[in-house]
């Protein structure tokens, strides 16, 4: 049974960049606190994953690093513990955690918001909605399918060379019509940086803030979410007009259901 700070980047005495290392040996440190290693060491036990080959992204409130698993990837996302992660929450979901856990309690919300992502992904495989396959969490480290190959993981859009713009805008349209019409959620913070592009289709990923479609936020957010998509679709040539969108995805039934009737 190999210690569990060996699960870390387990390759990282045969690196050669002194640099790179030493960037790893940061990581490790702001990271994996002794809480982290033990989550890490206890989904390895479960066999979600052997080790945490190098980090995909380094955020302010956590990392998703690429796993091995045999001879296939997974990739997992693991929250910062500490009161920095919550300060970019908004009301409406800090709202809802606060009915599990204390909001004083980070340790214990980070939980709660890393088991809420992974519940929120499944529902959305369940309704056919392109995101990554959710395997399993463990306090603050959520373990999903890997999205890309050996060469690296799948690019964001935002960074993506899009090729064929109306194809891929159809694509979108088609998943988050999925999203509401079939799953009843809102993603709430859908963008070029919230969007992985693999062969021209989008896999949509960071679910964790989705609100049901009735939520008195939801019609707010998507409508804001689909402007910013057009926009960023003007800029790749294809004038798309958000009302148009918006009706698409089925955003007549978002937001609370009329009163009175
Ligand atoms: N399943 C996945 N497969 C491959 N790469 C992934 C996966 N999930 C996330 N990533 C990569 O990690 C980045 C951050 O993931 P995500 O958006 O879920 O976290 P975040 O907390 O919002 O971080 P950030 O603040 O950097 O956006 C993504 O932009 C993407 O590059
Ligand atoms: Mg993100």
């Not at 699960?7 to 606190?33: A, I, Q, S, T």
Request: hydrophobic share 40%.
């Amino acid at each position: 049974m190999p210690k569990s700070e060996d699960l870390v980047f387990p390759r990282r005495e045969h690196v050669e960049d002194r640099r790179k290392e030493l960037g790893h040996r940061k990581l490790l440190d702001e990271f994996f606190d002794h809480a982290t290693l033990l989550a890490v060491s206890r989904l390895v036990n479960q066999g979600q994953f052997d080790s945490l080959d190098h980090p995909i992204s380094i955020g302010k409130e956590g990392g998703v690093f690429r796993a091995t698993k045999g001879d296939a990837f997974r990739a997992v996302k693991v929250y910062r513990i500490g009161n920095t992660t919550f300060r970019r929450l908004p009301d409406y979901a800090l709202e809802e955690l606060r009915h599990v856990t204390s909001l004083r309690n980070f340790a214990g919300l980070i939980s709660a918001w890393t088991r809420r992502e992974h519940s929120i992904l499944g529902r959305l495989c369940e309704a056919g909605v392109r995101v990554p396959r959710p395997f399993a969490h463990f306090r603050n480290v959520l373990v999903m399918e890997y999205v890309g190959d050996a060469a690296g993981a799948a690019p964001r859009l935002r960074d993506a060379p899009v090729d064929d713009p109306a194809a891929l805008c159809e694509d979108l349209v088609a998943q988050v019509g999925r999203m509401i019409r079939t799953a009843r959620l809102v993603h709430g913070d859908l963008s070029p940086y919230n969007t992985l592009y693999v062969d021209g289709h989008v896999v949509l990923i960071d679910v964790a803030q989705a609100v049901g479609a009735e939520h008195p936020a939801a019609r707010r957010l998507i409508e804001r979410d689909l402007t910013n998509f057009a926009r960023f679709f003007g800029r790749l040539g294809l004038t798309v007009d958000p009302t148009e969108l918006l009706a698409r995805v089925g955003g007549d039934s978002v937001g609370p259901p009329a009163s009175g009737s």
